[in-house]
């Protein structure tokens, strides 16, 4: 079983496969998707990392990748890669507790804290944004 509900690495999700996925949570996919595309340079695109992982939706900005969307039935996670100038401004900005939470427990590597969040509902909607725009700050 893989991490995305598209885990079969012959089948490049689309719009509709995604849709059909995510449910209702469809609308919050396109709202980050969205976010994303008013960064400078804004870019996508779909990645297959293996069997365990899945395909997974990178959000850039230029050749900097932002975030990585991983679709599940009805939600999706969505992967983040700070360093530590974005950990500090994480630190410092009004994150729920439980994503703070999660950060702080990501072990420290060259590339940064990597580390999930679910989006599921409106609140992780902009949880994911104000996470998004602490990563293109910095």
């Keep these: 079983m893989s991490l995305s509900i598209f885990g ?12 059909a996925a995510l449910g209702p949570c ?3 996919w396109d709202a980050v998707k969205a976010r994303a ?6 870019g996508e695109e779909w990645k297959y990392y293996s069997k365990k ?3 997974s939706l990178l959000l850039k900005s230029g050749k900097r990748t932002l975030v990585y969307l991983i679709p599940q039935a009805g939600g999706f ?6 360093g530590e100038r974005a950990v500090a ?3 410092e900005a009004q994150l729920p507790p439980a994503v703070l939470q999660r950060m702080e427990e990501a072990a420290p590597y060259m590339e940064g804290r990597s580390f999930m969040i679910d989006v599921k509902a409106e609140a992780d ?4 944004k104000q ?5 293109y700050q910095n």
Excluded: C, H, S
């Design 77 to 82: 996670k969505m992967n983040v890669v700070f």
């Design 125 to 128: 909607q902009e949880t994911a």
């Design 131 to 135: 996470l998004m725009e602490i990563k």
């Design 37 to 42: 595309a008013a960064y400078e340079k804004p």
């Design 53 to 55: 992982a899945g395909w």
């Design 26 to 28: 469809k609308a919050l």
């Design 89 to 91: 401004a994480a630190r």
């Design 8 to 19: 079969e690495k012959a089948f490049l999700p689309d719009n509709e496969a995604v849709a």
